[in-house]
């Protein structure tokens, strides 16, 4: 345990013994023109573990997210997606100033779930007044809604509609193994409902760097050009690829430790006077706290904890606590501690 317990996110991650022994020894290649090996490597074992016929890596879910986009939006285009994503809030609006897509956003439920008569009605018919609507988006985990993953039957559902109404579904799946271990399946069995998804190597799964876009070969060709025009391809990528791989290979299974040390937190925090979560069960590796009013602004809460020692994330009206790779039930503890220590102080 070091001095700071730092729960803002699970990209906080630091590479395993494994992946530096990994990047060491990685072969690499020029991946601009297809020879690094290793990239090559991950690419299909993203494929594989996704159960998608190809895969790219790109630096990020950011980029990840809007290459996807760009590939399945061309022309007078919008996307339906969650007024509480990551793709909508986070992403700097980029769909919009790069992809010229409009958004068409909707009110995610408590689950992190659309509303499908509420799609239904978003997605446009052909009329001179309207854009095209080209696909449909979830995100699962659902960052925002706690680190819910979207159940089975719900994916089943929106794919139903969307095969109705000859749309794709895109995933934006940073998360998406934490979402298959807390819904007890693989995680082929979360991406078969959609047309293509990104996870990312770079929050649980620990790696430094990197995002896997996974769908049909003909999307991820079509991926590869908008990676290139958006600065994405890299050279010597195999150093990243390699602990990529040490990511798919040995840390999926280890997610499950993030899950028991986020309950842990989430019990530790029950009941405690003045302290509202969002979550008392979390399902994945997310627990999200904020003092009860009056009380100190979530902002000044976060400041009081660091200054003893504890980070954690401002996130709109809540603080949230991420359980990640380097965090034992120890610090879990360390955290509720100070949590309710600051909660407790004048
Ligand atoms: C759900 C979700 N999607 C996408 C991203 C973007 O990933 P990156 O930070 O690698 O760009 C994040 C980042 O936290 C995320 O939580």
């Not at 317990?5 to 013994?17: G, I, K, N």
Request: charged share 20%; glycine share 10%.
């Amino acid at each position: 345990m070091t001095g700071m317990v730092d729960l803002r996110s699970d990209t906080v991650t630091l590479p395993s013994p494994a992946m530096r022994e990994a990047m060491y020894r990685a072969e690499v290649g020029d991946d601009g023109y297809g020879e690094d090996r290793t990239v090559q490597r991950l690419q299909e074992l993203a494929a594989e573990k996704t159960g998608k016929e190809a895969a790219l890596l790109v630096p990020s879910g950011c980029m990840a997210n809007l290459v996807a986009l760009l590939v399945y939006c061309q022309g007078r285009s919008e996307v339906i997606l969650g007024r509480s994503t990551d793709m909508y809030i986070y992403e700097v609006g980029a769909m919009s100033f790069v992809g010229g897509i409009h958004p068409a956003p909707l009110e995610n439920g408590r689950d992190g779930t659309l509303d499908l008569a509420e799609v239904e009605r978003a997605i446009r018919i052909p009329d001179v007044h309207f854009p095209t609507t080209r696909v449909i988006c979830l995100e699962n985990t659902h960052c925002l809604a706690g680190g819910v993953p979207l159940g089975l039957d719900y994916l089943a559902a929106v794919r139903a509609l969307a095969d109705r109404r000859r749309l794709p579904v895109y995933l934006d799946g940073a998360r998406v193994f934490n979402a298959a271990l807390a819904l007890g399946v693989e995680a082929p069995a979360v991406t078969r409902f959609v047309d293509a998804l990104m996870f990312c190597l770079s929050k649980g799964l620990g790696a430094p760097v990197g995002s896997m876009i996974c769908g049909s070969r003909a999307f991820i060709d079509e991926a590869r050009h908008y990676r290139k025009m958006l600065g994405g391809q890299m050279r010597q990528a195999g150093f990243l690829a390699a602990a990529g791989i040490v990511a798919l290979e040995t840390m999926i299974t280890r997610l499950a430790d993030d899950h028991r040390n986020a309950q842990l937190l989430a019990s530790e925090l029950a009941g405690v006077e003045g302290l509202a979560l969002l979550r008392a069960e979390p399902p994945t590796n997310m627990v999200f706290f904020r003092p009860n009013r009056p009380g100190p602004s979530v902002e000044a809460l976060a400041a009081r904890l660091e200054a003893t020692g504890l980070q954690v994330l401002p996130m709109g009206d809540w603080l949230r606590a991420v359980t990640h790779y380097g965090i034992e039930a120890g610090d879990v503890r360390q955290a509720a501690r100070l949590i309710r220590a600051a909660v407790a102080a004048p």
